[in-house]
C-alpha cells in the first residue's frame, strides 16, 4: 500500500475542518507498523481512507497497484473485499454464529461459498490457535480469544493489507501481549502488512516502524 499527499477536510455548518493534511507512508509485505497519536489527531480518519470506507480530499491511495478511485464505488468496495483486512476494538462478532460461521460469513461477503469457504475458515481458525474453540459462540469465549476470531476473519481469503483499529484496548496486558506476538508471527508467516492504529505503547515491540501523527500531520517516528 502507498498512500500520497492525503488530505481530508469535513465541511459542516459552512464552515471547513482540516482533519488531515498531506499524509504520506507506506506498507510493505511482513512488516507491522504501530501509529500513535492522541485522541482527535486524525488516526481513525486516516485507517477509514486507507481502508476505502472514507475518500481523501486529496491524494492518493494505491493497493496492489491499484488506485482506490473515488468516482468508483464499485472499485473501492472490490479493493476492500479483495484486499483489506479489518481488525477492530469491539470485534465486532455476531453472537448467534459460532466462531467458525462468523469467520465463513466474511468469506462469504468475499465471495467465497460452500466448501471452499469452510476449508478458508478451518485454516485461519487453526492459524489462530483456535481449533478447539471453533463451535463455541462469542458468549463463551474470553475477550482475548474473540480478538483471535476477529484476526481470523481479517485473514481470511488472503488480503494482503490487515488494518487494526486498538486491536489491545479492551484486553488486559498479559492477553495484548499475546495477541500482539500472534500478530507478529501471523504477518510475516502469512506475507501480509499490518498498519495498528493505537495507543497501546507495547505495540511497539512487534513494530518495525512506529510513526506518530498529531493535529492531521505525521510528525515522525522511530524503527522498531
Given at each position: 500500500?502507498?498512500?500520497?499527499?492525503i488530505?481530508?477536510?469535513?465541511?459542516?455548518?459552512?464552515?471547513?475542518?482540516?482533519?488531515?493534511?498531506?499524509?504520506?507512508?507506506?506498507?510493505?509485505?511482513?512488516e507491522?507498523?504501530?501509529?500513535?497519536?492522541?485522541?482527535?489527531?486524525g488516526?481513525?480518519?486516516?485507517?477509514?481512507?486507507?481502508?476505502?470506507?472514507?475518500?481523501?480530499?486529496?491524494?492518493?491511495?494505491?493497493?496492489e497497484?491499484?488506485?482506490?478511485?473515488a468516482?468508483?464505488?464499485?472499485?473501492?468496495?472490490?479493493?476492500?473485499?479483495?484486499?483489506?483486512?479489518?481488525?477492530?476494538?469491539?470485534?465486532?462478532?455476531?453472537?448467534?454464529?459460532?466462531?467458525?460461521?462468523?469467520?465463513?460469513?466474511a468469506?462469504?461477503?468475499?465471495?467465497?461459498?460452500?466448501?471452499?469457504a469452510?476449508?478458508?475458515?478451518?485454516?485461519v481458525?487453526?492459524?489462530?490457535?483456535?481449533?478447539?474453540?471453533?463451535?463455541?459462540?462469542?458468549?463463551?469465549?474470553?475477550?482475548?480469544?474473540?480478538?483471535?476470531?476477529?484476526?481470523?476473519?481479517?485473514?481470511?481469503?488472503?488480503?494482503?493489507?490487515?488494518?487494526?483499529?486498538?486491536?489491545?484496548a479492551n484486553?488486559?496486558?498479559?492477553?495484548?501481549?499475546?495477541?500482539?506476538?500472534?500478530?507478529?508471527?501471523?504477518?510475516r508467516?502469512?506475507?501480509?502488512?499490518l498498519?495498528?492504529?493505537?495507543?497501546?505503547h507495547?505495540?511497539?515491540?512487534?513494530?518495525?516502524?512506529?510513526?506518530?501523527?498529531?493535529?492531521?500531520?505525521?510528525?515522525?517516528?522511530?524503527?522498531?
Amino acid at each position: 500500500m502507498q498512500a500520497s499527499g492525503i488530505c481530508k477536510v469535513f465541511r459542516e455548518g459552512g464552515r471547513d475542518f482540516p482533519v488531515l493534511e498531506d499524509v504520506s507512508l507506506d506498507l510493505a509485505v511482513g512488516e507491522v507498523v504501530s501509529l500513535e497519536g492522541r485522541s482527535g489527531s486524525g488516526k481513525t480518519t486516516l485507517l477509514s481512507i486507507l481502508g476505502c470506507i472514507l475518500t481523501p480530499t486529496a491524494g492518493r491511495v494505491v493497493i496492489e497497484g491499484r488506485l482506490a478511485d473515488a468516482s468508483r464505488p464499485d472499485l473501492l468496495a472490490a479493493i476492500r473485499r479483495r484486499s483489506i483486512g479489518f481488525i477492530f476494538q469491539q470485534f465486532n462478532l455476531f453472537q448467534a454464529l459460532t466462531c467458525i460461521e462468523n469467520v465463513e460469513y466474511a468469506l462469504n461477503l468475499k465471495g467465497f461459498k460452500g466448501s471452499a469457504a469452510h476449508r478458508e475458515a478451518v485454516r485461519v481458525i487453526d492459524a489462530v490457535d483456535l481449533a478447539d474453540h471453533a463451535d463455541f459462540l462469542p458468549r463463551d469465549i474470553s475477550g482475548g480469544q474473540k480478538q483471535r476470531v476477529a484476526i481470523a476473519r481479517a485473514l481470511a481469503g488472503r488480503s494482503p493489507v490487515l488494518l487494526a483499529d486498538e486491536p489491545t484496548a479492551n484486553l488486559d496486558s498479559v492477553t495484548a501481549h499475546a495477541i500482539l506476538e500472534l500478530f507478529r508471527q501471523l504477518v510475516r508467516q502469512e506475507e501480509r502488512a499490518l498498519l495498528i492504529v493505537t495507543h497501546d505503547h507495547q505495540v511497539r515491540s512487534i513494530a518495525d516502524r512506529t510513526l506518530l501523527i498529531q493535529d492531521g500531520r505525521l510528525c515522525g517516528g522511530q524503527d522498531g
